[in-house]
C-alpha cells in the first residue's frame, strides 16, 4: 500500500542554518509527491510539489527533488527564519480520492 | 479563484452535546471533499471523504458522522459528542480524480468539557 514516512521532530534551529527534513515513501504507481506547512492555528498550505520522477518543486526558498531510485523527497532550504516555524507535512497522491500524509515534522528556528 | 471555508474557528462544547460543523468551496464545481481530525501534536487522520452529493466514505468508525447535501457543501455532525472528539477538525477539497494537491480550510479548533 501507499504511505509517507518523514523525520521525527522536533527539530531545532538557528537563524540562517541549513534545513534539510527528510521524506520517503511507498507507492504501488507513480505518485505526485507534496510538501505542506502549517503555521500555529492554521490549515495546511500546499509549499511545493512535483508530478514525476526528477521533478523539482520550489517556493519561498524551499526546495524537494522527486527521487524514485530512492523513493524520496527530502525538503531543504539555505537559510532559514524565524518565520519559518511551523510543522511541515509530507504527502502523496496516486490520483484517486486519498492523500497519504506523513506525521508532520515541527521545526523551531531561534534567533 | 477557488477558496474553502470552514466554520466556526472555535467551539467548546460540553460532554453529550450535538456537534455541527460546515465547510463551503467556492470557485470549483464538484470537488472531493475531506473531514480531517488533529489531535494536538499529532499528525492528520482522515475522517471522512466524498466525491459527490450524497456520497460518503467514512475511514474511522467512530462517534462522527458526514453529509453532503449540496456540491459544495461538507457537514460533520455528532448526535453526542465525547471528551475525546476534542482536536483541531480541518476540511479540504481536491479536483476530482487527479494527482493535484488538496487544498485546506483554516480548521475548527473544537474542546470538549
Known amino acids: 500500500g501507499n504511505s509517507v514516512t518523514q523525520m521525527e521532530g522536533p527539530v531545532t534551529l538557528s537563524e540562517e542554518a541549513f534545513l534539510t527534513i527528510n521524506c520517503t515513501y511507498t507507492a504501488t504507481g507513480y505518485p505526485s509527491l507534496f510538501w505542506y506547512v502549517q503555521y500555529p492555528g492554521e490549515g495546511l498550505q500546499l509549499l511545493l510539489k512535483a508530478t514525476k520522477a526528477d521533478d523539482k518543486g520550489s517556493n519561498k526558498g524551499f526546495e524537494a527533488t522527486y527521487r524514485k531510485e530512492t523513493t524520496s523527497f527530502h525538503l531543504e532550504k539555505g537559510s532559514v527564519q524565524v518565520s519559518d516555524s511551523a510543522v511541515y507535512f509530507c504527502a502523496l497522491s496516486e490520483g484517486g480520492n486519498q492523500f497519504y500524509f506523513g506525521t508532520g515534522t515541527s521545526l523551531t528556528v531561534i534567533p | 479563484s477557488q477558496t474553502i471555508h470552514q466554520w466556526p474557528a472555535t467551539l467548546v462544547q460540553p460532554v453529550g452535546s450535538p456537534l455541527s460543523l460546515e465547510c463551503t468551496v467556492e470557485?470549483?464545481?464538484?470537488?472531493?471533499l475531506y473531514w480531517y481530525r488533529q489531535a494536538a501534536g499529532r499528525g492528520l487522520q482522515l475522517l471522512f471523504y466524498s466525491v459527490g452529493i450524497g456520497q460518503i466514505s467514512s475511514e474511522v468508525p467512530q462517534n462522527l458522522s458526514a453529509s453532503r447535501p449540496q456540491d459544495r457543501q461538507f457537514i460533520l455532525s455528532s448526535k453526542k459528542l465525547l471528551l475525546s472528539d476534542s482536536g483541531f477538525y480541518l476540511c479540504a477539497w481536491k479536483g476530482g480524480n487527479s494527482n493535484q494537491p488538496q487544498h485546506f480550510g483554516d480548521g475548527t479548533r473544537l474542546s470538549i468539557l
Open positions: 470557485g470549483t464545481s464538484n470537488p472531493n
